[in-house]
T-cell receptor, first 114, second 114 residues
Framework: EAGVTQFPSHSVIEKGQTVTLRCDPISGHDNLYWYRRVMGKEIKFLLHFVKESKQDESGMPNNRFLAERTGGTYSTLKVQPAELEDSGVYFC????????????FGPGTRLTVT | AQSVTQLDSQVPVFEEAPVELRCNYSSSVSVYLFWYVQYPNQGLQLLLKYLSGSTLVKGINGFEAEFNKSQTSFHLRKPSVHISDTAEYFC????????????FGKGTLLTVNP
């Protein structure tokens, strides 16, 4: 069974540019999550999808971040325009349906905004 | 709000020595607890989890953790570490109910020296 995949693995962009991160969850997992780790800080929750619906987006920093999950499959996280403080590692995770609490993480996308 | 504290940011040990990585959580409701490991240049891997039942939980690679409700702790232990255990370890908590977001500690970097 393939794990959670993320693309790209690294991205370096200039302040003000746009970047789109992609996550492909484990097949059959209804739940998809985005987390972020800023350097030196803990990993923090950004948002949670159940299929194509946003269940909880309380962790999204501001309206420069837009997440979508087309057809309940893969998800994208767009940052527009990027700021220096957006630098960090963005993790995607997925889990099965209700009552299955284990979340399986992807390798992360390291975003550097210069 | 849920919080997770990992008291040690770095733990250096010698090969074949025992190790304990400490984790404390705060929650007034039922909680599910997890340890994740991140090896260099890799994603987060689930090491073990406590959902219910026996308070001593065994995970992969010889690690185990004990859930202690009275002390609100979930310390990770291994009786004899290997060089290959060098990694960053994250304790995480998930509150019961419909809230699926994980709250992470800041991580503990375990360095195993020969």
């Amino acid at each position: 069974e393939a794990g959670v995949t993320q693309f790209p693995s690294h991205s370096v962009i200039e302040k003000g540019q746009t970047v789109t991160l992609r996550c492909d969850p484990i097949s059959g997992h209804d739940n998809l999550y985005w987390y972020r780790r800023v350097m030196g800080k803990e990993i923090k929750f950004l948002l949670h999808f159940v299929k194509e619906s946003k269940q909880d987006e309380s962790g999204m920093p501001n309206n420069r971040f837009l997440a979508e999950r087309t057809g309940g499959t893969y998800s994208t996280l767009k940052v527009q325009p990027a700021e220096l403080e957006d630098s960090g590692v963005y993790f995607c995770a997925s889990s099965h349906g209700t009552g299955r609490y284990e979340q399986y993480f992807g390798p992360g996308t390291r975003l550097t905004v210069t | 709000a849920q919080s997770v504290t990992q008291l040690d940011s770095q733990v250096p040990v010698f090969e074949e020595a025992p190790v304990e990585l400490r984790c404390n959580y705060s929650s007034s409701v039922s909680v599910y607890l997890f340890w994740y490991v991140q090896y260099p240049n890799q994603g987060l891997q689930l090491l073990l989890k406590y959902l219910s039942g026996s308070t001593l939980v065994k995970g992969i690679n010889g690690f185990e953790a004990e859930f202690n409700k009275s002390q609100t702790s979930f310390h990770l232990r291994k009786p004899s570490v290997h060089i290959s255990d060098t990694a960053e370890y994250f304790c995480a908590a998930l509150s019961g109910g419909s809230n699926y977001k994980l709250t992470f500690g800041k991580g503990t970097l375990l360095t195993v020296n020969p």
